[in-house]
Structure formats: structure tokens, C-alpha cells
């Protein structure tokens, strides 16, 4: 499934500045089908109230999606997010939440990943779908 070389500390390097590391999104696993990252709950990714903002849930879920369209497709080709929808299903107010990204289709020009967000008690927190647009060289 994977056509780009990869290690972890790879992709952390990759989102140095960015908004990835300002949340403190780590990248924790690549398998065979699948790529994970956990990110904190704590000042930098809370709303007002004391919980996980679901914006910070999106930016994991576009994170994942995004990293594993592009560990999907050749060198030259680029990969960015066309659409995100977020299903906020429980809250989370500390700790680390783990998002599991996995492609559920991989045509020419896009592909859709799915992406669910747990708490670390394996509790459902977000189920987020993303489409990323796909152009270059090696779409298909």
C-alpha cells in the first residue's frame, strides 16, 4: 500500500513548524493498512469548557489522512485535503486521544480515508472522514 519510504521520526521531522507540532501531534505507528498519531489533551488543543475542541479532533483526523495519501502515492505527486467531516461522539479532558487513519479508496485523482479518533480507555471520541484531491505524476 505504501510507496514511499518511511519512519516515524520521518514524518515528525516533516511537520516541524507546522501546525502538527504546535499541537503536539506525535506520529506513534505505521502498519501494514493503517497509520496512527496520539495528541495531548491540554492547553493547546481545549476549548473553554475544559474539553478536546473539535477543531483540534479535525486537525488530527486531517493530519492522519493527509500523511497516509501521501505515503500512498510516487514521489511528485502531491496530496491535499478536498473535504473533512468530524463526528464528535464523546468528550475527552485529559490525557492523550489516538487517531487510526485507514484508506477506504484510492482512484486517480482522490482518495478517502477514515479516521477514528480513541481516548487511551479505547473510548470513541470522534469518527472523522476525509477526501483528499490527488495530482502529479503519479495520480492514478
Request: net charge negative; proline share 3%; hydrophobic share 40%.
Amino acid at each position: 500500500m505504501w510507496k514511499k519510504p518511511h519512519t516515524l521520526d520521518e514524518l515528525q521531522v516533516a511537520c516541524t513548524s507546522t501546525l502538527v507540532q504546535t499541537l503536539g501531534i506525535e506520529f506513534t505507528a505505521v502498519g501494514d493498512d493503517y497509520i496512527e498519531a496520539r495528541m495531548p489533551v491540554d492547553e493547546r488543543t481545549m476549548q473553554p469548557l475544559g474539553l478536546l475542541h473539535g477543531g483540534a479532533s479535525a486537525a488530527l483526523a486531517e493530519t492522519l489522512g493527509g500523511a497516509g495519501a501521501y505515503l500512498c502515492v510516487e514521489e511528485g505527486t502531491i496530496c491535499v485535503g478536498l473535504e473533512i467531516n468530524a463526528n464528535h461522539i464523546r468528550s475527552a479532558r485529559r490525557g492523550w486521544v489516538i487517531g487510526r487513519a485507514t484508506r477506504l479508496h484510492q482512484g486517480r485523482t482522490t482518495q478517502v480515508w477514515d479516521i477514528k479518533i480513541r481516548d487511551e480507555q479505547d473510548n470513541l471520541i470522534c469518527v472523522s472522514r476525509l477526501t483528499v484531491a490527488v495530482r502529479g505524476p503519479g495520480a492514478h
